[in-house]
């Protein structure tokens, strides 16, 4: 069994990106990126690849205290730069510190001001004084981080260059919980791995910089993942262990309530169904479901309730009427109308597909390039960690993140956000998870499957490039 990635992966990886930017560069010349957008691109997938390599085999060996030690602190280092280096380079290229066509981000900015200015006002009525600022179509998920940012602007003085550096931390510790739940399922070797690609993952990294709810969010579900595995795998029962994953999946709600909603659906099918091994005891097991049906009776009541039966009788309608908005709106892809969930399913665990080509308006997505090229690569690990898990039979004893990654990016493919990389985060730390549990499977006799899948992803971003380019007539 591997205990780091190979250069045989993270080398072709490289080259496969190479070739495919200079391809399309070169197809699509007039409409090629501006040099700072490869610049970040080259970063991105030359810094995951080449030192997923170097620091998995270099930290093997090392003790678990010093292991912790160094992945905490150059999460943290990478997260910082980041921070430091997008708060100039946005105020440089937007006139302020926020990312291009500044939407979600402004929103944000603006209700955790108001809603600091509350608590130096001893008001902490949030949820009535949001809804009368914002308008009473405010959702309950819209809440959650906005008073998460109230507090931090209060404690800073409303500094948006804080409230990053803040975020840099929590990015870091978040890496350190992957590691923690990673080796509690699959062993030290493999959550090393694990951790060193979250460490390394731009799209994670990306998120500290921006004033979106993504960074917690992701904490968040991790947090409630691990704290829920540990409770299912501790020897001795607590109710203290359970109250914290019950906890975190009550404020999931706030952050977005389909995870809310995934995250104890997942815990509920990971209880009735994990194997024994796992469970301990079955009487344990039962007290333990009681526990979490009781919690899902609770949270899926009133307006969360309404907003779980909006999502999902609406998930048709919304996906068709957002592809057919892309459609015809004023610069928009008149071939999105022919995508759909049947065209995002089976790709769910694998897209989005890069954008590396200078479509107007489409930035932030060129900036990020980089790291959905990652993300499709690694898709190919946690897909054969998967298929390995069921050929092995083993697939029980993990069942908590197989069941929250399946539900969830299921939830995602069915909905009108399926091609948007923000909306897959809350998975990717658990799709880095089983990437590395991929990596630990590999053999001589796997290779070949490795190199046929670069070569569709080296065919899709070529076809991607050309779909949106010539749906917009610019190809």
């Keep these: 069994m591997l205990n780091y990635i190979p250069k045989y992966f993270t080398q072709k990886a490289i080259y496969i990106y190479l070739a495919a930017l200079l391809i399309v560069s070169v197809m699509f010349l007039s409409k090629a990126m501006d040099w700072y957008w490869i610049v970040l691109g080259l970063i991105e997938v030359v810094g995951f690849f080449y030192y997923s390599n170097q620091f998995t085999r270099q930290w093997s060996a090392r003790s678990e205290k010093k292991f912790v030690k160094d992945l905490f602190y150059i999460s943290l280092g990478i997260r910082?730069?980041?921070?430091?280096?997008?708060?100039?380079?946005?105020?440089?290229?937007?006139?302020?510190?926020?990312?291009?066509?500044?939407?979600?981000?402004?929103?944000?900015?603006?209700?955790?001001?108001?809603?600091?200015?509350?608590?130096?006002?001893?008001?902490?009525?949030?949820?009535?004084?949001?809804?009368?600022?914002?308008?009473?179509?405010?959702?309950?998920?819209?809440?959650?981080?906005?008073?998460?940012?109230?507090?931090?602007?209060?404690?800073?003085?409303?500094?948006?260059?804080?409230?990053?550096?803040?975020?840099?931390?929590?990015?870091?510790?978040?890496?350190i919980l992957i590691y923690r739940l990673t080796t509690r399922n699959f062993g030290e070797s493999t959550g090393r791995v694990a951790a060193v690609f979250a460490m390394l993952m731009p799209n994670l990294i990306y998120y500290t910089g921006l004033h979106l709810?993504?960074?917690?969010?992701?904490?968040?579900?991790?947090?409630?993942?691990?704290?829920?595995?540990?409770?299912?795998?501790?020897?001795?029962?607590?109710?203290?262990?359970?109250?914290?994953?019950?906890?975190?999946?009550?404020?999931?709600?706030?952050?977005?309530?389909?995870?809310?909603?995934?995250?104890?659906?997942?815990?509920?099918?990971?209880?009735?169904?994990?194997?024994?091994?796992?469970?301990?005891?079955?009487?344990?097991?039962?007290?333990?479901?009681?526990?979490?049906?009781?919690?899902?009776?609770?949270?899926?009541?009133g307006a969360i309730a309404n907003e779980v039966e909006e999502v999902w009788t609406s998930r048709v309608g919304n996906q068709e009427t957002s592809l057919e908005w892309r459609a015809k709106r004023e610069g928009g892809n008149v071939l999105a109308k022919y995508a759909s969930k049947s065209v995002f399913a089976p790709m769910i665990f694998v897209i989005p597909f890069p954008t590396m080509v200078d479509v107007p308006g489409q930035e932030n997505q060129q900036l990020i390039h980089g790291g959905n090229y990652v993300k499709n690569i690694i898709a190919f690990f946690a897909m054969f960690a998967l298929f390995m898990l069921i050929v092995e039979k083993?697939?029980?004893?993990?069942?908590?993140?197989?069941?929250?990654?399946?539900?969830?990016?299921?939830?995602?493919?069915?909905?009108?956000?399926?091609?948007?990389?923000?909306?897959?985060?809350?998975?990717?730390?658990?799709?880095?998870?089983?990437?590395?549990?991929?990596v630990s499977k590999q053999t001589n006799k796997t290779k070949k499957f490795y190199t046929w899948y670069l070569a569709f992803i080296f065919v899709a971003i070529v076809g991607w490039s050309w779909f949106k380019l010539a749906g917009r007539g610019m190809a």
């Design 394 to 438: 083993k697939w029980r004893d993990h069942l908590l993140i197989i069941s929250f990654t399946g539900g969830y990016l299921i939830v995602v493919a069915m909905s009108a956000f399926a091609q948007s990389e923000r909306f897959h985060q809350p998975a990717l730390p658990f799709l880095l998870i089983l990437a590395a549990v991929g």
């Design 80 to 175: 910082l730069v980041w921070v430091v280096f997008s708060y100039f380079f946005y105020i440089l290229m937007t006139g302020q510190p926020f990312e291009f066509s500044v939407g979600d981000a402004g929103f944000y900015d603006n209700m955790g001001r108001f809603g600091s200015n509350l608590i130096a006002r001893g008001n902490f009525n949030f949820l009535v004084e949001f809804k009368r600022y914002a308008g009473n179509t405010l959702a309950v998920s819209d809440t959650g981080y906005p008073i998460y940012l109230s507090f931090i602007y209060f404690i800073t003085g409303k500094s948006i260059f804080l409230t990053r550096i803040i975020k840099a931390f929590i990015g870091a510790y978040t890496v």
């Design 213 to 301: 709810k993504e960074t917690e969010m992701v904490f968040l579900t991790v947090a409630f993942i691990e704290r829920a595995d540990y409770a299912m795998r501790s020897v001795k029962f607590s109710f203290s262990n359970l109250i914290l994953p019950v906890l975190i999946a009550g404020v999931l709600f706030f952050f977005r309530t389909v995870l809310g909603a995934t995250a104890l659906f997942a815990f509920i099918t990971a209880l009735a169904f994990s194997s024994m091994k796992t469970m301990k005891k079955g009487g344990r097991r039962a007290l333990l479901i009681g526990w979490v049906l009781l919690t899902i009776a609770y949270f899926m009541g």
